[in-house]
């Protein structure tokens, strides 16, 4: 893996701009800042969200407000409530996101969690 050199900065996620991604229902709302090999996404998925995908990627999330419901492709669930973290290597699960009353979460990927390194 190769390291990257990110300097200190704060961010200030008012001034992010949001894009929006429809799910099977609901809508999530991304917040990106992308470095090589390295992306954080501040997220927020609406009442009613459900994913419209099985994800494959690796990720760390932390749960900052609202609680998400984890489904992982054979049906197994977990519930992530704030506080809570979740983290999981490229290729080691297909999961996707589910919420009744919506979620804001911090979430980071990238190379560093490929499973194949």
């Known amino acids: 893996m190769n390291n990257i ?8 996620w008012r001034n992010i701009p ?3 991604h429809k ?4 809508v999530a709302y991304w917040q ?3 470095f090589d090999g390295l992306r954080v996404r501040y997220v927020e ?6 994913a419209d995908h099985w994800c494959k990627k690796g990720h760390i999330v932390y749960c900052l ?3 998400v419901i984890n ?3 054979d049906g197994t669930q977990s ?3 704030e506080g809570m973290s979740y983290i999981v290597s490229d290729d080691l699960s297909s999961h996707r996101s589910i919420t009744k009353n919506g979620v804001h979460l911090l979430i980071i990927d990238g190379n560093f969690l490929n499973s194949d390194i």
């Not at 050199?5 to 200030?12: E, G, K, L």
């Open 5 to 12: 050199a990110i300097p200190f900065q704060t961010i200030d």
């Open 18 to 20: 949001k894009t929006q």
């Open 23 to 26: 799910g099977e229902t609901g």
């Open 32 to 34: 990106t800042i992308q």
């Open 45 to 50: 998925y609406t009442k009613n969200y459900k």
């Open 65 to 67: 407000k609202g609680e």
């Open 71 to 73: 489904e992982l492709e």
């Open 79 to 81: 519930v992530l409530k």
